[in-house]
C-alpha cells in the first residue's frame, strides 16, 4: 500500500513556473513507475509525464514537452513535476500516481496506475 501527498499547486501568471512535489508513504517507492496527470473542470483526467523506478528515462505527453519535467529522488521518496513557461490551458487538478507493473513500458493510461494523491490545484492566469 502507498500513500501520496501533493503539494506546489497555485496561482501563477501565464510564462512563470510552479513545482509540484508528491511525497509516497512506505519503503518500496523505487519499484513504482510513477506517473503525473492532470484534470480540468469538465474534462478527463489526462496524462502529464512518466518516469521509470530508476529515474533514468521518463515520457511526457505531447503537450507538456519541452515546458515540463519529471524527477524523482528515491531516497526521499518523492517526485517531482518542474513545469515552466505555463499556459492557461494548463490549469487543471494534478495528480501524482503509482503503479504496481514492472518497468518496462511508460505507463500512459489512468488505469495502469493503482494508487493516487488526492491532487494539487494549478491555476494559470492570461
Known amino acids: 500500500q502507498v500513500q501520496l501527498v501533493e503539494s506546489g499547486g497555485g496561482l501563477v501568471q501565464a510564462g512563470g513556473s510552479l513545482r509540484l512535489s508528491c511525497t509516497a508513504s512506505g519503503r518500496t517507492f523505487s519499484t513504482y513507475p510513477m506517473g503525473w496527470f492532470r484534470q480540468a473542470p469538465g474534462k478527463e483526467r489526462e496524462f502529464v509525464a512518466t518516469?521509470?523506478?530508476?529515474?533514468?528515462?521518463?515520457y511526457y505527453a505531447d503537450s507538456v514537452k519541452g515546458r515540463f519535467t519529471i524527477t524523482r529522488d528515491n531516497a526521499k521518496n518523492s517526485v517531482y513535476l518542474q513545469m515552466n513557461s505555463l499556459k492557461p490551458e494548463d490549469t487543471a487538478v494534478y495528480y501524482c500516481?503509482?503503479?504496481?507493473?514492472?518497468?518496462?513500458?511508460?505507463?500512459?493510461?489512468?488505469?495502469?496506475?493503482?494508487?493516487w494523491g488526492q491532487g494539487t490545484q494549478v491555476t494559470v492566469s492570461s
Open positions: 518516469i521509470k523506478r530508476s529515474g533514468g528515462s521518463a
Open positions: 500516481s503509482a503503479s504496481s507493473r514492472g518497468d518496462s513500458y511508460y505507463y500512459t493510461r489512468v488505469r495502469e496506475y493503482d494508487y
